[in-house]
């Protein structure tokens, strides 16, 4: 069989329109046919592209000259949020970015023949400097140890002082705590050799608290000059509750590792949701958006329909924080979580909060489901908010066995709960009203919803 040869080589250069948006946000311009992923591009615009890598069935290219604008072209943006992906879609208008959303979720419930209405997306009042938590990677650039980002699919770092998504704070601590390294002369990580000290800077900020946590990853156990350090970070930053070493000897990108050793204060800050109060360590899994949190969950709790009588079941539960905020509404709640870490954050939450109705168990959430199902268990309702991966086909089956009369789906990829929404159907449940999309990740593709399958 001939093999496929692409029609554009590298360097080559055409005017073309921009026709579409990846759901990496990139632009896509079609020649003969033929996709081309463009960054900074976006539909409607025509600009003249010149290739920068062909694969088999697609090309990379990237904007040379833009000969005609889009209306919904954002100009109010730092190129470097753009270029390293921090913010892939900050070159559109807000308004535009929400109906990005909301259709990628149509497209994606049409591609697997399933009929759904999509809200428009609910939006942020002010869509920058949400994040409440940064992990930044520490190199050497030009002969100094930076902090920064990396250029989009690659280990190029761009130093970076103002991260446009990040709660200004945290940028100013990490320009602190980088300037401090400096002063000490630290050795930044070399993924290559595996040498050097320094890999990752990590801070988490309560939104509501204003309390702060410093993570230093390090390569070895030992953090030279620890005391400086945190001296220096003491002085610069009065809302410091807790300073942390995690060390990470691993050669991986995985960015922590097991080991946390408490410098200096709390081993954990906390934060308010919905009037309770949750303890944030290095390790736990906390929304990074908690403006847009408590809608989003207030919303999945609003379309379960609780009466107060409801056992409820809280697939993937992390530190507790769906089980804890449904709690008051319900007889009991049973969560299951696969990291240690996080089950016992979730079960000192619930001793703090005073909530008793509610028991944490350790596992993977598709085998305590079939457990579950196969011990007779009847849960009336069941969240599920999985990580992108999705839902597995044990779990749903289980989950649909034990007859709940809701499931409410919390999805951060909607290309995975399509395809679960396919099973769900399948094992006897229907959609319930619309899907709606909610913006927990403003400039960025991520995209997170809630829906509502109910028994048939």
Request: charged letters at 25%; glycine letters at 6%.
């Amino acid at each position: 069989m001939a093999k496929f040869k692409a029609p554009v080589v590298k360097n080559q250069e055409f005017e073309a329109e921009v026709v579409d948006l990846t759901y990496q946000g990139m632009g896509v311009v079609k020649f003969e046919d033929f996709p081309i992923f463009v960054v900074d591009a976006i539909p409607g615009e025509i600009i003249r592209v010149g290739i920068t890598k062909v694969q088999t069935n697609f090309a990379f290219g990237r904007v040379i000259k833009r000969l005609k604008e889009s209306d919904e072209r954002n100009h109010d943006v730092d190129q470097a949020a753009l270029t390293t992906g921090i913010a892939p879609l900050a070159n559109l208008t807000y308004e535009a970015q929400l109906r990005f959303k909301q259709n990628q979720i149509q497209q994606l419930f049409k591609k697997v023949h399933v009929d759904a209405v999509v809200n428009d997306t609910i939006g942020m009042e002010n869509p920058v400097g949400y994040r409440n938590k940064a992990q930044v990677p520490v190199r050497v650039v030009r002969g100094e140890l930076t902090t920064g980002f990396y250029r989009r699919n690659s280990h190029i770092l761009v130093p970076i002082e103002d991260y446009y998504i990040q709660d200004p704070e945290i940028d100013k601590a990490i320009i602190v705590v980088r300037d401090l390294l400096r002063k000490y002369q630290l050795d930044a990580y070399d993924e290559q050799t595996h040498t050097g000290d320094i890999r990752t800077v990590m801070v988490r900020r309560g939104y509501y608290s204003h309390e702060m946590m410093v993570v230093i990853v390090t390569r070895r156990n030992k953090l030279p000059v620890a005391e400086a350090i945190v001296a220096g970070i003491k002085a610069a930053l009065p809302e410091v509750k807790s300073i942390i070493q995690n060390v990470n000897t691993e050669k991986t990108n995985v960015i922590l590792g097991k080991t946390n050793k408490t410098l200096w204060g709390a081993d954990y800050i906390t934060d308010t949701l919905w009037g309770k109060t949750f303890e944030i360590g290095p390790m736990s899994f906390y929304q990074v958006n908690p403006q847009t949190t408590e809608p989003l969950y207030s919303m999945a709790v609003e379309k379960a329909g609780l009466t107060g009588t409801e056992t409820v079941i809280d697939a993937y539960s992390g530190i507790g924080t769906i089980s804890l905020s449904v709690a008051d509404k319900v007889k009991s709640v049973i969560g299951v979580e696969i990291v240690p870490g996080a089950v016992a954050d979730a079960k000192r939450n619930a001793k703090i909060n005073g909530i008793s109705n509610v028991e944490f168990e350790l596992g993977k959430a598709e085998e305590k489901m079939v457990e579950w199902q196969e011990a007779d268990v009847k849960p009336d309702v069941i969240f599920v908010d999985p990580p992108r991966k999705g839902l597995t086909p044990e779990l749903i089956d289980a989950a649909t066995a034990m007859g709940p009369e809701k499931i409410v789906y919390i999805s951060c990829n909607p290309a995975t709960l399509a395809r679960d929404a396919v099973q769900l159907i399948e094992d006897g449940y229907h959609i319930d009203g619309p899907v709606q999309p909610i913006d927990q990740f403003p400039q960025t593709t991520h995209i997170e919803s809630v829906t509502v399958f109910v028994k048939d």
